[in-house]
């Protein structure tokens, strides 16, 4: 019919291509395509991975020393923080929770979507009990469970406390991920069945429409959401020193309380705070910006979101 | 281009039996058009003709292949046997140019220049070829539709069906969108279409079907169905389209 002619009937029953492929030749086939896919993306993923576990790793030391000197130092070390050491700090923080927590929220609103029941009963679990918990709760349950699983343990104080700090990062992550993960369902959902209709239609798969059809259209429907809740996520970091993180807030309670030797006890506080709320002002306005940015470069016609 | 048979299909959505044991012919190269009230099962049929939905019962062929075996990948059949919707449902992101190729890579697995070609000079065909970068909700219905055809017809299927193309549309689009529909068929095409378009139907259709409560209560000509149908139902149902 198109493109020429082609035979009138070329269909007969016992024709393999006809045939559901068994799982072996799927298989065969499978490892071919990600052989074929790896030889271009090795390079930029590998690389990726490799880089980013080194910066890991170089963190993870770094941090170290750094709360060393806070936590096991006297209190004239507080004296000579100044916020944007906090602030570095915070931005830390907020470069774990936002990659962890954007990924896991996807993997679990995508599992909420699928039917595969048992998927979708622990996504379930996961956001109800991530998203009901205040974050100062998470970071405390997160912390004092840590602290209390290492008790006796015999690891360095040190470590433990390290471990203990982190795992309220985690906790943040997993709160955040809860709220993304019904970001991305929602997402998912709004997507017409008419456009998994005309995939199918089509002889289109199942995994494959979900990726060249369904993710596009769910992702910039969620973008103008997932804004809001990065900048929330980020604010969420300033709950952190309640388990000893001297991050932008933690500082700036530090240096307000400190302010009572100068003579404008209040005022000395009130000037900290307004360099902290700046301060979070940046980081929040540059992640907003971001995403409006990607935003705008996927924007097309037909899927906007209504505009503010 | 090739046939399809339904024999004895049935399909209950729970308690409810939409498809009540049908047989039907669409034969090569046939434009079928199938008319009936609406919800009595038109497009649950038409579904089950591209595995959409699974019948519960009967079989279903393309030539010789039975759809219903097991043992055939619906992907397969739905390559080879495209669907318009009454809806359109051109994928949203995607301009023109790409809805039509985006199956061809996917399915086909057409390179980008092979599918960029056939994609060119499906959409020329339907009188698009201006239209190649624009998105689907730059068009309007009628537009839409057709491209909606032109990514159908890019599969190279052996047959179509069609669920109430012109449903959604305003006179214009319709008459637009019949007359690319009508020279597909004249070209050969083998295609079913549930039509409520009657001028169409009797202009462009090899054999019509009366279509009711899950059953083909009748089929023939066109002049047979509309001018002479046999049935009490089929003669009340016309009346209240045709007049
Ligand atoms: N997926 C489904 N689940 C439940 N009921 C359905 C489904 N699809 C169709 N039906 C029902 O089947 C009946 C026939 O629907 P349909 O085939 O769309 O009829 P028509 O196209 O002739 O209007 C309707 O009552 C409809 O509500
Ligand atoms: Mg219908």
Known sequence: ?308 | MSSIRVKGVRKSFGELEVLRGVDLEVNSGEVLCIVGPSGSGKSTLLRCMNLLVIPDEGQIFLDDVALTDPRIRPEWVRQNIGMVFQSFNLFTHLTVKRNVMLALRHVKRMNRAKAEKVAVSQLTRVGLADKLNAYPAQLSGGQQQRVAIARALAMDPKAILFDEPTSALDPESIHEVLAVMSRIGQEGMTMAVVTHEMGFAKEVADRVVFFDAGRVVEEGTPDEIFERAGHERTQAFMKKILR
């Open chain 1, 1 to 308: 019919m198109t493109g020429g002619s082609s035979p009138a009937s070329t269909l007969s029953p016992g024709s393999p291509e006809v045939r559901r492929r068994d799982w072996k030749t799927r298989l065969r086939g499978g490892a071919k395509k990600v052989f074929v896919w790896k030889i271009w993306s090795h390079v930029v993923y590998g690389g990726a991975a490799v880089v980013g576990g080194i910066l890991f790793l170089l963190e993870l030391g770094y941090l170290g020393v750094y709360h060393l000197s806070f936590a096991l130092g006297a209190l004239h070390s507080f004296l000579a923080i100044h916020p944007l050491q906090g602030f570095l700090l915070s931005l830390e923080v907020v470069g774990v929770i936002l990659p962890v927590g954007f990924g896991l929220g996807f993997l679990v609103g995508w599992a909420r979507t699928t039917r595969f029941v048992i998927l979708r009963g622990l996504g379930s679990v996961f956001v109800d009990f991530f998203r009901s918990m205040p974050p100062i709760a998470l970071i405390f349950f997160f912390a004092l469970i840590t602290g209390l699983e290492l008790r006796g343990s015999g690891i360095d104080p040190y470590t433990a406390q390290t471990l203990i700090m982190w795992m309220g990062v985690v906790a943040l992550a997993l709160h955040t991920a809860a709220y993304q993960a019904e970001i991305m369902r929602a997402g998912i959902l709004s997507v017409p069945a008419g456009q998994t209709d005309a995939a199918d239609a089509l002889g289109i798969s199942r995994m494959r429409a979900m990726f060249v059809v369904v993710l596009p259209q769910a992702f910039r429907l969620s973008l103008p959401a997932l804004g809001n809740e990065f900048s929330s996520s980020i604010k969420d970091t300033s709950l952190l020193n309640v388990i000893g993180w001297m991050e932008l807030g933690g500082v700036s309670l530090a240096l307000a309380a400190n302010s009572i030797e100068y003579s404008h006890y209040l005022a000395g506080s009130l000037v900290v705070w307004i360099e902290a709320a700046f301060l979070y002002f940046v980081v929040t306005y540059i992640a907003t910006r971001t995403v409006r940015g990607v935003e705008d470069l996927f924007k097309v016609p037909g899927l906007e979101v209504a505009k503010s």
